[in-house]
């Protein structure tokens, strides 16, 4: 196979060159003109962030994730809140993708916290707040009505996210019906849906009330909105901003 690979990388090589070639060109030609930061003002600046682990064996599977929440205050930085969760994942399906919403789940409530209880004027999160709007769910409950399904468990995952609780109400959900043995043909598909519905309210809690509050700072961002070319504009911005400042998205 290997041998496969390399004989269509030998015919391609000069191919591939011209296009990075092309693409490398666009971004140079681009004509950027960016805004300088202004001087800086001392206020309550939090950030937050979170990291998962798991570990997968036959028949089950063990996870950990949490969230941090820093504090700027008086020009000293302090922790200001920890939330963790450690568990056995039920049911044992799609495990990084869920893992991955408990902690996105824990940053949210973290900064709602930040943004409710300690009064910060800025809360920084790691990642790009458009893609926790738009990440695609790849299954839905193939034998249940949506509608009647959000209807039933909306008003306790929304006021879960409104309260800021530490703990996911979608697991809890679903670990009731495991042990109750219901629905047990649908169980893996209804889990990432409802951990999916609970993920969408604490996005929409924090963008609804605190939208001009929060600010994501994405590394890797694959947004391409500000320049339409088809690779991230994040690209062009590294290679043309030699300073810090800043760039103002035109209107739509």
Not at 40 to 49: C, E, N
Request: charged share 30%.
């Amino acid at each position: 196979m290997l041998d496969t690979v390399l004989d269509v990388l030998h015919r391609k090589r000069k191919h591939v060159l011209e296009k990075i070639g092309k693409l490398s060109r666009e971004a140079l030609e681009i004509a950027l003109e960016h805004e300088p930061l202004p001087k800086p003002v001392y206020t309550s600046l939090f950030a937050v962030d979170g990291s998962m682990n798991l570990r997968e064996y036959k028949n089950f599977i063990v996870y950990a994730v949490d969230a941090e929440t820093l504090g700027l205050i008086d020009r000293k930085i302090r922790v200001i809140n920890r939330l963790a969760d450690v568990d056995v994942l039920i049911p044992y399906w799609l495990p990084r993708e869920r893992v991955r919403l408990y902690m996105s789940i824990l940053e949210m409530r973290a900064a709602l916290e930040a943004l409710k209880e300690k009064e910060a004027e800025y809360v920084f999160m790691d990642g790009s707040l458009t893609s926790e709007i738009i990440r695609p769910i790849g299954y839905r409950p193939r034998n249940f009505g949506v509608e009647r399904l959000i209807e039933h468990y909306r008003p306790m995952l929304e006021n879960a996210a409104v309260r800021s609780e530490p703990e996911i109400a979608s697991k809890r959900i679903i670990e009731r019906k495991a042990e109750m043995n219901e629905h047990p043909g649908l169980l893996n598909e209804l889990s990432l849906f409802l951990e999916y519905v609970e993920h969408l309210a604490s996005v929409r809690e924090l963008l609804f009330k605190y939208k001009y509050r929060v600010v994501g700072v994405a590394k890797r961002s694959q947004s391409n909105f500000l320049f339409n070319l088809p690779y991230p504009d994040i690209a062009i911005l590294e290679e043309k901003m030699k300073e810090a400042g800043y760039v103002v998205a035109a209107e739509p």
